[in-house]
C-alpha cells in the first residue's frame, strides 16, 4: 500500500491544489471579490498542504500530514456548517 500511495501522491496533491484555486477563482468570476477572509485562510491552508505534499517526500511527513489535513478539513466544514443560513 506504501507504494501505491506514494505512486498516486502526486495525482492527488496535484488534483487538491488545483481544486482549491479552482475553488478561489469561482468566487472572484461570481463575485467580483475574494471569499470571506476565514474562507480563503482555509482554501490558502489546503493549497500549502498540496503543495508540501508535492514536494516533501518523507514518509514520516505524510502521515503526519494527513492527520493535519483531517483535522484542519474537519475544522474546515465545522466553520462553514455554522455559517449557513
Known amino acids: 500500500m506504501r ?3 506514494f505512486q498516486q501522491r502526486r495525482n492527488f496533491f496535484t488534483l487538491l491544489t488545483i481544486a482549491r484555486i479552482v475553488s478561489i477563482c469561482r ?5 467580483h471579490d475574494l471569499p ?3 474562507n480563503l485562510g ?3 491552508l489546503f493549497i500549502a498542504v498540496g503543495v508540501s505534499g508535492l514536494v516533501v517526500l518523507r514518509e514520516w511527513y505524510h ?7 483531517a483535522i484542519a478539513y474537519s ?3 465545522i ?3 455554522t455559517r449557513l443560513e
Open 3 to 5: 507504494e501505491h500511495y
Open 27 to 31: 468566487d472572484l468570476v461570481l463575485h
Open 63 to 69: 502521515k503526519v500530514l494527513s492527520v493535519f489535513f
Open 79 to 81: 466553520w462553514l456548517f
Open 42 to 44: 482555509f482554501h490558502l
Open 75 to 77: 475544522a474546515y466544514v
Open 36 to 38: 470571506h477572509r476565514v
